[in-house]
DNA sequence: TAGATTGTTAATCGATTAACAATC
DNA sequence: TAGATTGTTAATCGATTAACAATC
């Protein structure tokens, strides 16, 4: 019986695909073993971070060599659980909507769009990139036909929590909302928050106090 | 003389344009208050928690009657220098560097974007709302012109670190930096990765990991 | 006045860092 | 073997939470 992972501190969630990508970057040298001391480098951080997050993922280590490479990805892939494919929607066909539908790079994280909504009759039946686009009255079919468990918030923040609704209503196990509007939701739905604003408000206040 | 704001933590500065989007909502009531406790229930979380946040941007409330709808709002702002425009550049006119580039919310975050650059030549001389396309070569140029102080990475991962040299070279303190690829830059300027993978991470871990 | 809320000071909690034995 | 690195245990640091006097 596989044992279940255990939960993870959002500030280690938050770096382990930092680490990913600098791994996956590797696979292309022919290095075979990587140090945790060589990852902190990379990223100007303690190599004891490093390690205590990677043994999160379950890794276990051979002093002196390292990780094996191709087992260290493994890990932390299956870990935030990149490894198998969960079916997703999209709803809100904008500039930001059509950016992820077209984001190819979301494969490398398990993540499937199936379909978008929007409620603008004229993007209806049309495809961004292989994903078809359908009037928002067909949620909760081609959510339960595609058994899809992530739904995408795109939409203005004025029907953000609407959307928010329809999908927990569909099925849908975690939202991950980019309106700028607080969504409330169940217990039992995990809602990520990806506002652009979060991360801009760290750099330009930085950018401010820096000499201070 | 104006006193610098002191530097808070991450954890708050991702936490105050959340507060400011709920504030900014609530200004087309005709609310003149709002106390710690009410944003602290909108969020799920501890009043005294958003009373540590808010009085780190320097903002004094009345005991009983809670903040200045207005005032706090100002006072989110110019702690965050959103009260202020900040002129920035875009390189990579894909799909998220045109959803960028598209979406006029960053005016409420006193962000401009003036240019965009991309080293496609069937992009250069296009404009995509308002914001024209330029070859790369001629970035030092713009950005100086326009004392641009913010580069936003929207490149693939590949040439990611030779754009970042290309912005910090021509004198931009802040990068913004979308692509899935750790940069390097000097101390005195100020790095802040805005990749998605950082809170799909968060996500898909949490759905798996909620019952156990 | 009584109740609600602020802001300060102290306590707790959790994440990061340090120390060090084990080991390839 | 000696040096480098892991993983465990303990210490430190910083963020969150609790307690409570001040006050509109």
Redesign the interface.
């Known amino acids: 019986m596989k044992k ?5 501190s ?1 500030p280690t ?2 770096r ?3 680490y ?3 791994l996956q ?1 590797l696979q292309s040298t022919d290095e075979k073993f990587i140090s945790a001391t060589k990852i902190a480098n ?2 100007g951080i303690e190599p004891i971070l490093v390690r205590k997050d990677l043994s999160t993922t379950g890794i276990v280590g051979k002093p002196k060599i390292g990780f094996e490479l191709e087992r260290l990805i493994k890990s932390i892939n299956e ?4 490894h198998s494919v ?1 079916n997703a929607v999209i709803v809100g066909v ?3 909507g ?3 539908m ?2 190819v ?1 979301f494969q490398d ?3 499937n769009i199936v379909a978008a909504f929007d409620s603008d009759k004229t993007l209806i039946g049309k495809k961004i990139k292989d994903v078809q686009v359908f009037p928002i009255n067909e949620l909760p079919e081609i959510v339960k036909s595609n058994e899809a ?2 739904g995408v918030i795109t939409v203005p ?1 004025t029907s953000a929590q609407f959307i928010c609704d329809v999908l927990v209503g569909s099925g849908i ?2 939202i ?1 909302n980019f309106a ?3 969504l409330k939701v169940n217990n ?1 739905v ?1 809602l ?21």
């Open positions: 279940l992972p255990k939960s993870a959002i969630l938050r382990l695909p930092k990913l990508h600098f970057k990379e990223f870990f935030l659980n990149w969960q904008g500039g930001l059509k950016a992820i077209g984001y790079g994280y398990g993540l468990t992530i923040a196990k975690g991950w700028p509007r607080a039992d995990i990520e928050n990806a506002q652009l604003s979060q991360s801009l408000a760290v750099l330009t206040h930085k950018m401010v106090t820096k000499n201070s």
